[in-house]
T-cell receptor
């Protein structure tokens, strides 16, 4: 069974540009999460999808970030326009049931560098 | 003040030693306690999960939760070079279980 897959593995963009990160969860996992780790900080929660619905987006830093999960399968996280402080590693995770009742599996992350 | 405090290390021990990793926290509402292992350029991998207080053992790994002291520990027995990684403590509440709060991670190195 394939794990959580994230594309691209690394992205370098200029300040002001747009970047779209993609996450393919494990098949059958209704719960999908985005987390990120910016330089020198802890991994922090961004948002949680249950199927195609946003269950909790309280961790999204501002309106430059837009997450979608059309059809309840893969998810995208768009940053527009990107700022220098958005640099970091963006992790996606998925779980069959919600965290606490089952394990969440993390992808390898997308390393975003804004220059 | 951070909700979860973890000594970043690095921690270097000889092969075969017992490793003790610890975290403290401030939010008494945390009920789910986790330890993740992260190898370089990889995503976090769940090692241990505990609900509320108590101990849990899985092979060479033992997780302990002391809610009265707001203190959690991970012990690794008979440490191996392959255990060299960053270890992240993490926790969440019942009402916001998906919002995992991570520690900063402890970088562990096992010397052959």
């Amino acid at each position: 069974e394939a794990g959580v897959t994230q594309f691209p593995s690394h992205s370098v963009i200029e300040k002001g540009q747009t970047v779209t990160l993609r996450c393919d969860p494990i098949s059958g996992h209704d719960n999908l999460y985005w987390y990120r780790r910016v330089m020198g900080k802890e991994i922090k929660f961004l948002l949680h999808f249950v199927k195609e619905s946003k269950q909790d987006e309280s961790g999204m830093p501002n309106n430059r970030f837009l997450a979608e999960r059309t059809g309840g399968t893969y998810s995208t996280l768009k940053v527009q326009p990107a700022e220098l402080e958005d640099s970091g590693v963006y992790f996606c995770a998925s779980s069959r049931l919600r965290i606490g009742r089952t394990e969440a599996f993390f992808g390898q992350g997308t390393r975003l560098t804004v220059v | 003040q951070k909700e979860v405090e973890q000594d970043p290390g690095p921690l270097s021990v000889p092969e075969g030693a017992i490793v003790s990793l610890n975290c403290t926290y401030s939010n008494s509402a945390f009920q789910y306690f986790m330890w993740y292992r992260q190898y370089s350029r990889k995503g976090p991998e769940l090692l241990m999960y505990t609900y509320s207080s108590g101990n849990k053992e899985d092979g060479r790994f033992t997780a302990q939760v002391d809610k009265s002291s707001k203190y959690i520990s991970l012990f690794i027995r008979d440490s191996q070079p392959s255990d060299s990684a960053t270890y992240l403590c993490a926790m969440s509440t019942v009402s916001s279980a998906s919002k995992i709060i991570f520690g900063s991670g402890t970088r562990l190195s096992i010397r052959p």
